[in-house]
Every structure is written in structure tokens, then in C-alpha cells.
């Protein structure tokens, strides 16, 4: 493969592929084809260009391979500090993914670049592109726990109920690893349980 990893034209959805291909183990690059399937999916369903949402999902663990030391100075050389996340050094994969598809890929587009960022802690007020992505990465083919039946279910009615079930279940998941939970994805816990309970008011 000969690529050039310089900022120019942005990566084209051949160029993302053949470096998922060459960079990335087996098992990740297939739960990132699978992420993209379901946000495709779902763009469908909630009316929003599928490219966009395939790009996203094509970079959201372009880096989950990269270890703790790599990933920090990877955000650091680009002047960015990882701040809480030096708590919970497996999120910094979404940030710095972010910066990767920007500084490498090209990626121009801030809401896919955003998807990119917050698909491990989601944040208040997400976009749509956002939302898609942050629930795709739970719900895509190959994911296995209890409730993903429900949650696939959930995500084709009411994409903000899927986020905050997906948020919930993250959660848990991290406090039972007597994990860091992110304040960003608490608070984004808090804004969508409002979300939700507005809806449910009407």
C-alpha cells in the first residue's frame, strides 16, 4: 500500500479500508465494519447522509490498538492535553482518533470529526451524527451481552433512549471494574435522562 500520510485531499472510504487492513488486528477491523453497517442503518432511519455517519465509523477505533504511552503523546504532540483521561487511558482512543482523522486523514467535517471524539463518552447535546455513532459502537452485529436485542430494538425507535440505555449500561459495566467513569459521560447520563423524561411528559 503506498499512501501518503500527509494532510491533503481527505482519505477516501479505499484509503480508510486499506489502512484499517494494514494497521489494525482482525478482530477490531471487523467490529468497525460492523459499526459502520449499523450507522448506515440507522442513518436511514433518522434521515442523515450514510457517508457521513460511514466515515465516523470507519475512524472511531482507527487507534484502540495504540497503548497508553502512545495515544498521550500522540494528543500532547498535537497540543492537546488528555486531562481526565489519564484516568481512563482506554477512552483516549476517541480523541485521539479525532485528531488522526483530522491531521492524517483529512477529515474537514467537524460533526463527523465530533462522532469520532465522543463515541466512548458521549456529552450533552451529541448531533445526530454523534448519536448514531456512540449507539452503533453497542449495538453492531457482533456484540454479545445481555439487553443488546432490547437496545438494537430501542435504537430503530427513539435514538435518545438508545444513547442514555447505552450510557446506563457503560456505566455499570465500568463501575463493576471498579473503573474511572468519565464526568463527561455523567453529565451526558443527566442530559439525557431530561431528554427523555420531556419526551415522556408530552
Known amino acids: 500500500m503506498s499512501m501518503n500520510y500527509t494532510v491533503g485531499k481527505p482519505w477516501s472510504k479505499k484509503d480508510l479500508l486499506d489502512y484499517l487492513n494494514h494497521h489494525l488486528k482482525e478482530s477490531r477491523v471487523r467490529h468497525i465494519l460492523g459499526v459502520a453497517q449499523a450507522a448506515k442503518e440507522l442513518s436511514k432511519l433518522y434521515g442523515i447522509d450514510p457517508d457521513k455517519v460511514e466515515r465516523a465509523a470507519l475512524y472511531h477505533d482507527i487507534l484502540k ?114 473503573d474511572h467513569v468519565m464526568t463527561q459521560s455523567l453529565e451526558a447520563v443527566a442530559y439525557y435522562t431530561e431528554v427523555t423524561e420531556r419526551k415522556d411528559a408530552k
Do not use: C
Not at 81 to 86: A, D, I, S
Not at 93 to 105: D, L, Q, R, T
Not at 107 to 116: G, K
Open 65 to 178: 490498538d495504540k497503548d497508553k504511552i502512545w495515544l498521550v503523546s500522540y494528543m500532547r504532540q498535537h497540543g492537546e492535553e488528555p486531562g481526565e483521561g489519564l484516568l481512563a487511558w482506554k477512552t483516549l482512543h476517541a480523541p485521539a482518533g479525532s485528531i488522526f482523522a483530522k491531521e492524517v486523514g483529512g477529515e474537514r467535517d467537524e460533526e463527523t470529526l465530533n462522532a469520532i471524539r465522543y463515541h466512548t463518552t458521549g456529552r450533552p447535546g451529541m448531533s445526530l451524527a454523534e448519536k448514531i455513532i456512540f449507539v452503533s459502537d453497542y449495538i453492531e452485529e457482533g456484540r454479545d451481552f445481555d439487553g443488546v436485542e432490547q437496545l438494537r430494538t430501542l435504537a430503530r425507535k427513539d435514538l435518545d433512549q438508545a444513547v442514555l440505555a447505552s450510557l446506563l449500561s457503560s456505566i455499570s459495566y465500568l463501575k463493576k471494574r471498579n
